[in-house]
């Protein structure tokens, strides 16, 4: 997904409506306007996830849903997001994933 204007067509805010796509195992995200990561387990193979440019993105809440698939998450300039504690505690427990993190203002990051 790049440069999707997540409101012209839809009211799409996360990946809700995107449960189809359940055997994906790559999903690059740029510039779309979704503001949280609601739905992500419905890509129940997804390994790669990358979040580019996400200047509304604040929810990462659900990340937890792909503990026991995801080996990559690549997080860049997405600035509503500040506290990644409990969410990537449960990946890093779960997995061996790389997480990258650039362009960040993490205010909370608690091991």
Do not use: H
């Not at 969410?87 to 990051?109: A, G, H, Q, T």
Request: include cysteine; glycine fraction near 4%; aromatic fraction near 10%.
């Amino acid at each position: 997904m790049w440069n999707y204007d997540a409101g012209a067509i839809l009211d799409i805010i996360d990946f809700d409506d995107m449960s189809s796509y359940e055997s994906l195992k790559r999903l690059d995200v740029l510039k779309t306007g979704i503001k949280s990561v609601k739905g992500i387990g419905n890509f129940k193979k997804l390994q790669w996830l990358s979040l580019d440019y996400e200047r509304k993105l604040e929810d990462m809440s659900e990340i937890v849903r792909l503990a026991d698939t995801l080996r990559a998450l690549s997080i860049e300039n997405c600035p509503k997001i500040t506290d990644f504690s409990l969410e990537v505690l449960k990946l890093l427990k779960s997995n061996e994933v790389i997480i990258m993190l650039f362009d960040m203002k993490i205010v909370r990051f608690a091991f």
